[in-house]
C-alpha cells in the first residue's frame, strides 16, 4: 500500500478517537454520586449461533430491570445496562476482561451459554470483579470454585438435578408408559460442545446408579447438517425412552428428521435449550406436541403457587414482558429475570457498599425460601457461589405450548 | 436394510455438497480465485427464499428462478464491482478480499434479519417422505438432489456445447491467449462469477426447507464444500459433483458404523489422505 493511502485511514481512526472521547466525557458527567446509575455489565451471545437463547435471557433482564427503576431503584439510583456480545468463548474472554477492569461496571451479569460463562467467569473472577451466572447449568462453571461467581439456577452436579430426573422417570415416565424404569430401554443422545457432555455426563451417572438399561449413546457436533446416522443408530437400539441434550438448530433437525425417518420412540425426554427456544416452537410447530422437556425453570404457572409476598407477581412479570417484548417469556427470559431480580432486589438494594466486597457479602447473605421468586425455586449460596435451592422442572407441549408437569405441585397441566 | 437407508440419506445430503461446491470449483476453474463468500452467498439464497415465502407466500420452488437470477445479478456485481480488481494479483489479495465480502453478508444479514434460527415449513414437504420397503426418502432432500444433477448436466452442457462455454474454457487455458483471440475475458469473468453464485443461490433454495438459516449457517458447509472440491479436482465440475455425494456417503456411513463424533475426522482424514497420494483429485481439473 503506497503512503498515500494511509492518510484517509490514518484520519478516519482519528475521527473514531475523537467521537469516543466525546461519548466517554458526556458518559462521565457531573451528576451526584447519590443520583448516578448503577451500571451493570450484561454479557451475552447475541449474535452467532447462540443469539436466540442469548437475547431471549437478555429480554428477561430488560424487563427486570425496567420494573425495578419503576418500582425506584436502589434508594432512588437506577440500575444501567451496559451490553456487550460474546458470541464465542474467545469473545467471552476478552469482553469479561473489558468489562471487569471497566471502573464504572459494579457487577457483570450473564452468560446464558456454559461454554461463554466459563471462560469469562475465570477472568471476571481473576479480577475480583462480581460475576452473576443466571443461565449456564455446567457443573464446571461452579465447581472450579471461583472466588467472585454466583450463579442463580441450577447446576448438572446439584443432587437436586439427577434428583427430578430421576423421580420423574419413576413416577411420570414409566408409569405412563405401564413398565418400571428397569425394564425400559432408554437412549442417550447429546451435542458434543460443554453443555451436552455436561448434561449427559449425569444422565450417565444417573443411569449407572439407578441401574437403567443404557442401550444407546450417541453425540454429534451441534453444527451438523444431517443426524441421519444418529437417529438410524438409535433406532437399531429399539429404544423406549430416549434422553436428548441438543443445541437449537440440532433439536429442530433431530425432530424434523426423526419424524421424517419414522423414529418415535414411546417417550422422549429432552434437556432444556434446544427444546424450549422460540425458534425450535415456529420451526417443528405441533411435530412437538406431547415432547417432554426439563429446564430449570417453569413455565405457565400461577400466583397461587409462589409466595403473597413476592412483589412483583408471577402475573406481574408475566404483563410487564408481554408488553415490553410482544410475547410470553420462555424459560431462558423467566431464569434471566429471576437472576436479575434477586441481583437488584436483595444484592444491590441491600450491600452495604456497592464494591466488590460490599456485593459479595450480600451474595452470601441472600436467603430467599421456595416461591419467593417467579421460577418457583428460592436462593441461597452455597461456598462455591451456586444457588442450593435452585430447581428442576419438567413440561410438556400441549398444542404448541409448554405446561409444567412436574413436580406437581407446580402442575397447572397434565 | 440400514445400510441402504443410510446410502441413500448420504447420497441425498451429498447433492446438496455438490451444488454448493460446484460453484466453487467453476470459480476456481476458470478465475483461478478461491470464493471464501460462496457460503454466504448460499446464507444469502436461503434468507431471500425466506423472504419471498414469507412477504410474497411464494412457495421456496417456485420462488426458485427468482433467487437464482437475483444471486447471479449479485454475483455478477460483486465481479464487477470488486472481484476485477484482483483478477490479476496475487491469491492473498483475492483471499482476503472474498473473506471481506463474506464477513460484509454475514453482518448484514445479522442487521437485517438477527442471530436466530429461522426455518421454513410447507407441507407436504414438512418431514414428508417417500417410504419403499424400509427405506425413507426425504422429498426436500430428493428436490435437492435432482436439482443439483440437473444443474451439473447443465452446466457440463453450457461448457462444452456453448459459444459462452467454450469462451470459459479457453479463458480457464490460458488467459492471455484467450484475450489475443479477441475472448472479451472480463466479461466471460463476469458471466462466471454470476453461474457461481446462482448455484450458490440454487442450494440455498433447496437447502432453506431442510435446514434452519442463521448469518452463519454458510461458514459450516462452506468447508465440507472445499473437502469436496478437492476430492473431486480443483476445477473439475463433473469432479466436484462427484465428490460431493463421496463426502455425503463417507460422512453418513462413518457416522452410523463409528458414531457421528467421529464422521467428521473420517472426512478430513480422507481430506489429507487425497492431499497426499492424489492431490489432482478424483477427475484431474480439466472439464472447466
Known amino acids: 500500500m503506497s503512503k498515500s493511502h494511509f492518510k484517509p485511514v490514518l484520519a478516519l481512526a482519528l475521527m473514531g478517537t475523537l467521537a469516543l472521547t466525546a461519548c466517554a466525557s458526556t458518559a462521565g458527567d457531573s451528576t451526584s454520586e447519590a443520583e448516578a446509575p448503577i451500571t451493570i455489565g450484561v454479557l451475552l451471545p447475541l449474535t452467532g449461533p447462540l443469539s436466540t437463547l442469548g437475547k431471549e435471557m437478555q429480554n428477561g433482564y430488560e424487563v427486570a430491570r425496567t420494573l425495578f427503576n419503576e418500582a425506584g431503584g436502589v434508594d432512588g439510583r437506577q440500575i444501567e445496562f451496559q451490553v456487550s456480545d460474546a458470541p464465542t468463548p474467545e469473545d467471552a474472554v476478552s469482553v469479561a476482561g473489558t468489562l471487569s477492569t471497566d471502573p464504572d461496571v459494579t457487577a457483570i451479569m450473564g452468560s446464558y451459554s456454559s461454554s461463554i460463562a466459563i471462560p469469562a467467569s475465570a477472568v471476571a473472577s481473576r479480577n475480583q470483579m462480581p460475576y452473576w451466572e443466571t443461565g449456564s447449568v455446567a457443573a464446571a462453571t461452579t465447581d472450579r470454585g471461583l472466588s467472585h461467581l454466583y450463579r442463580t439456577v441450577i447446576s448438572a452436579a446439584m443432587p437436586a438435578y439427577s434428583n427430578a430426573t430421576q423421580e420423574f422417570i419413576s413416577k411420570v415416565a414409566a408409569p405412563a408408559l405401564e413398565s418400571s424404569p428397569d425394564e425400559l430401554r432408554f437412549g442417550l443422545v447429546f451435542e458434543d460442545g460443554a453443555y451436552g457432555t455436561s448434561a449427559s455426563d449425569q444422565f450417565k451417572a444417573l443411569a449407572g446408579t439407578e441401574g437403567y438399561n443404557l442401550v444407546a449413546t450417541e453425540s454429534y457436533a451441534a453444527n451438523t447438517n444431517d443426524l441421519t446416522s444418529v437417529i438410524e443408530r438409535l433406532k437399531a437400539a429399539k429404544i423406549d425412552v430416549l434422553y436428548s441434550v441438543p443445541n437449537i438448530n440440532d433439536a429442530i433437525l433431530l425432530t424434523q428428521q426423526s419424524a421424517a425417518l419414522g423414529f418415535k420412540p414411546a417417550y422422549t425426554l429432552g434437556n432444556g435449550t434446544g427444546y424450549t427456544s422460540v425458534d425450535f416452537i415456529a420451526a417443528v410447530g405441533d411435530t412437538a406436541d406431547g415432547l417432554v422437556v426439563a429446564d430449570a425453570a417453569p413455565l405457565n404457572i400461577s400466583d397461587s403457587l409462589l409466595s403473597a409476598d413476592l412483589s412483583p407477581t408471577y402475573s406481574e412479570f408475566i404483563t410487564a414482558y408481554e408488553e415490553q417484548i410482544g410475547r410470553k417469556p420462555l424459560t431462558h427470559a423467566t431464569l434471566g429475570y429471576v437472576g436479575a431480580t434477586v441481583l437488584f432486589q436483595e444484592v444491590l438494594s441491600k450491600a452495604e457498599t456497592l464494591d466488590a466486597d460490599g456485593i459479595v457479602a450480600a451474595a452470601e447473605a441472600v436467603d430467599l425460601g421456595p416461591g419467593e421468586t417467579v421460577a418457583s425455586f428460592g436462593v441461597k449460596f452455597d461456598e462455591t457461589g451456586q444457588n442450593e435451592r435452585a430447581g428442576w422442572f419438567f413440561m410438556q407441549y400441549q398444542e404448541g405450548e409448554l405446561v409444567t408437569i412436574y413436580p406437581t405441585a407446580l402442575a397447572s397441566g397434565q | ?288
Open chain 2, 1 to 288: 436394510m440400514t445400510t441402504i437407508q443410510i446410502l441413500v440419506s448420504g447420497v441425498l445430503i451429498g447433492g446438496v455438497y455438490a451444488l454448493l461446491a460446484v460453484g466453487i470449483t467453476l470459480v476456481l476453474g476458470v478465475m483461478k480465485i478461491v470464493n471464501f463468500a460462496q457460503g454466504e452467498l448460499l446464507m444469502v439464497g436461503m434468507y431471500l427464499t425466506l423472504l419471498l415465502h414469507t412477504v410474497l407466500g411464494l412457495h421456496p420452488y417456485v420462488a426458485f428462478p427468482i433467487v437464482v437470477v437475483a444471486l447471479f445479478g449479485l454475483g455478477a456485481g460483486i465481479h464487477f464491482g470488486l472481484l476485477r480488481w484482483v483478477v490479476d494479483r496475487g491469491h492473498t489479495q483475492q483471499i482476503v478480499l472474498t473473506l471481506g465480502i463474506g464477513i460484509v453478508l454475514q453482518s448484514a444479514a445479522l442487521m437485517i434479519f438477527g442471530g436466530s434460527f429461522q426455518s421454513l415449513q410447507i407441507e407436504p414437504f414438512r418431514g414428508g417422505s417417500i417410504v419403499i420397503g424400509s427405506i425413507s426418502i426425504g422429498t426436500t432432500r430428493l428436490a435437492a438432489f435432482v436439482v443439483a444433477g440437473i444443474a451439473t448436466i447443465a452446466l457440463l452442457f453450457l461448457l462444452d456445447r456453448t459459444l459462452t462455454g467454450k469462451a470459459m474454457r479457453a479463458t480457464a487455458m490460458d488467459r492471455d491467449a484467450a484475450t489475443l483471440m479477441g475472448i472479451p475475458v472480463q466479461r466471460v469473468y463476469l458471466i462466471t462469477m454470476g453461474i457461481g453464485s446462482a448455484l450458490a443461490g440454487a442450494a440455498g433454495v433447496m437447502l432453506m426447507p431442510i435446514y434452519p438459516v442463521y448469518p452463519t449457517v454458510g461458514v459450516n458447509i462452506l468447508l465440507i464444500g472445499f473437502v469436496v472440491v478437492v476430492l473431486g479436482g480443483l476445477g473439475s465440475v463433473a469432479g466436484a459433483f462427484l465428490g460431493g455425494i463421496i463426502i455425503g456417503v463417507v460422512e453418513a456411513l462413518a457416522g452410523f458404523w463409528l458414531g457421528a463424533a467421529m464422521s467428521q475426522i473420517v472426512v478430513f482424514a480422507l481430506f489429507i489422505v487425497i492431499l497426499l497420494v492424489r492431490p489432482q483429485g478424483i477427475l484431474k481439473g480439466d472439464t472447466v
